[in-house]
């Protein structure tokens, strides 16, 4: 069987050598710039020292766990409801759901902006109201509800696969033995979605994390880890430091995934 | 189309270093069905991969046809026909474009080919399915085109990997009736892999019982049946009754009585016997109760306790006693036997 | 089937319809500006207009030719380097595969930001390399690669094709036959999911392109956000409608054929 083995190498030794030549070489190059700065391999300490790439750092950890919990809650919830009901318009339901799966980051800040930016209807629609323009597309906020419009798509679809291959024996089961409607929820729906929610999960949190288009067509002055190594790199051309914090903010969503996948044993990877 | 096949000290090792099969000497001869009997994991599979080219031998090991080292051809080379446990059919390919593969790789010209589908089709009685895809096969349906592909190349010999096992019972026995005639009607070497030990006496000219990478005993299925060499062959094919007592005077002493025990040495001994070897008899010597009664259609199967220290099982073809009923039991001539050793 | 008017469904029914309103009210509202000739006054008042939809083209249309020629030659590269590597990793089921496998995944775990400024660092200062436009396609192939092994790959072992192969190697195919006549047709759906994928990722990729264009080469993507930052609402907005016209019919294109690809059933 060498021959085979021989063949199957020389069927992967392509995309092996575009890695290593323009991912793992590049990796490498970018953990050596980071210490190439004036404080040296320090660089990578400054930035859990220094109070605002702390900051930063927090902030968006923050950010990337509060959209992960709302963005589970919503479309586990519209997912499982998809799933099991079968009625007239929920095709159209379903698509609409998931139209602005792979919208990317830039298009979804334009959203924010269409619905709460200085023009926006939440503005109108407040004005009409209260009689004040309500404006948030440009702060924390404005990214928030980006986020929640990027993630709620993919983990729709990811909820209702699983929710789909759940069997319904075992819903049936736990009704025939006296199960109430939240019991049922608690005792089997969830346990059933579990994997397919660490895994959703996982994927969300890293995504925004990393996203950087939206925050991008926000605001430049939203201090998300993304923005702050753009403008250390642009406008600071402090090379070093926006090396520095890409490798951490790559080990961070690299690790986040790799738990996950070890937890929930399926095929997790972020698109971001 | 008569080619005999000899494996000659074949042995195969896993990668990671576990032992599928032993060094194995094998040789079946021209036109010959043999067949491979064991439990799952006792190398039998392994064996036929061997055989096919799917798998190469460990160092030292050799597989001759007719009379020709093979081992280093590879399985597109061998001509051999083989039929996979899941049949294996191209998705992408209609039943005619299944069947007519191997001639289409061959470069057999479209028109011959075309004939020689045909005819494949016509031998197994599936002609309407020409033009069927795959996936709307049934079951019984699969197993035919996947034997027609196989045979289509006409090829030196065939093998079959649990060939009946993905059948439901009734149409298992319809197909093993059907694989029979046409295995003897073609006369090809045929190697069949079966965990099934009613379907290995039925169909094999010879039978290879294999036990953890070896073989246990060949033979025909009537040696294997009523001659078996070890303990493991005797218990694995057909049922087997596993009487403990004690031998003196001729006999065989046992908790519910006695059998006539001629040429075994006196002292305490565990002696066989086959369900159809035992008979209800009013006369017999040795009694017990009926726990259960299981009808079978052409006979019961009965067992009784009390007659030994674990229950017995009998079969009769007449009107069954009832659960509970006390009945006596007599042995037929040269039974019960000695087991061979384990 | 449970009864329409349960309450605990039409708790359901309202909330996913809130979701999906939030979901699909921006794209009606972005796509009604693209042809508003007013947005500040409205469509009603205004009326409806293509000039601004004419300015697009006037001012983007190489971002969108660049966007285009970009995704095609991501997916002949992914197409290339992929499918063999789905191939051998669906054959080669061992610790090696899988370490493999994890490698490529890798890009995929790592912000486009991290991996726009290690090629940037690696690679930046190579001759013309940085100016051209092939500097974004490594980045997107890069980045595309593992859908498009995964894609393949899930096809691949689902369809059983180291058995289908054992079977037409027992009758008489060789490697180069069995390539063509039995893995490719029967990896297809995967490929085509995969190649569908690759090409919406590659046209709408934004987080790593930042970093890697340069003004002769800006994408597609790298121009909306150009047009948000620097022209009207009403450019932004038709300009967003030229990428949705060409985003959607591949996100409907990818829907059909994953569905076809899982062999999941017609929803009803």
Known sequence: MGNDRLALAALVAPAIAFLIAFFVFPLLMMARTGASGPDGLATYLTILVDARYLASLGKTVLLAGTVTLTTLAIAGVAGVFLARHRFPGRRVLTAFLTLPLAFPGVVVGFMVILLAGRQGVVGTIAEALTGERLVFAYSLAGLFVGYLYFSIPRTVLTVMAAAEKLDPALEEGARSLGAGRWRVVRDVVLPGLEGALLAAGAICFATAMGAFGTAFTLATQIDVLPMVIYAEFTVGANIAVAAALSFVLGAITWAVLAIARTAAGANVAAAG | MTTPIRLQACGFTHADGTCALQPTDLSVEAGETLALLGPSGCGKTTLLRLVAGLARPDPGGCVLFDGRDVTDLPVERRNVGMVFQSYALFPNLDVAGNVGYGLKIRRVPPGERAARVARMLAMMRIQELAHRRVDQLSGGQKQRVALARALAVEPAVLLLDEPLTALDAKLREQLRVELAGLLRSLRITAIFVTHDQGEALALGDRVAVMRAGRIEQVGSPHEIYHRPRTRFVASFVGILNLLEGEVADGLFRLPGGSLPASGVAPGPAVLACRPEQLRLDPSGTLAGRIAAAFFLGDRTRLVVEGAAAQPIVVETVAAAPRPGEVVRLAAEPGCPWPLPPA | ?268
């Open chain 3, 1 to 268: 089937m449970r009864p329409h008017f349960d309450p605990g469904f039409l708790a359901g029914l309202v909330f996913a319809s809130l979701v999906a309103f939030f979901l699909v009210g921006p794209v009606i509202l972005s796509v009604l500006a693209g042809v508003t000739a007013n947005y500040q006054r409205g469509i009603l008042e205004s009326g409806i207009t293509l000039a601004w939809l004419g300015r697009v083209f006037e001012l983007y249309a190489p971002t969108i030719a660049l966007s285009l020629g970009i995704a095609l030659a991501t997916l002949v590269a992914t197409l290339l380097l992929g499918v063999p590597v789905a191939y051998a990793l669906a054959k080669a089921p061992g610790r090696l595969a899988r370490l493999a496998e994890e490698a490529l995944v890798m890009p995929v775990a790592i912000p486009g930001i991290a991996t726009g400024l290690a090629l940037i660092l690696a690679w930046g200062a190579v001759g013309e390399f940085r100016t051209h436009w092939t500097f974004i396609l490594v980045g997107h192939v890069l980045f595309t690669l593992p859908f498009m092994v995964r894609s393949t790959l899930a096809v691949i072992l689902a369809a059983k094709l180291p058995a289908l192969e054992e079977a037409a190697r027992s009758l008489g195919a060789g490697f180069l036959a069995r390539f063509v006549t039995i893995v490719l047709p029967n990896a297809s759906p995967g490929i085509l999911a995969g190649s569908l994928m690759v090409v919406t990722l590659s046209l709408g990729e934004f987080n790593m392109t930042l970093l890697l264009h340069t003004p002769f080469t800006m994408t597609l993507p790298v121009g909306l956000a150009d047009s948000y930052a620097s022209m009207r609402l009403e450019i932004g907005s038709a300009y967003t409608l030229v990428f949705l016209v060409l985003l959607i019919p591949l996100l409907v294109a990818l829907q059909w054929a994953a569905d076809r690809a899982t062999g999941a059933p017609r929803r009803p």
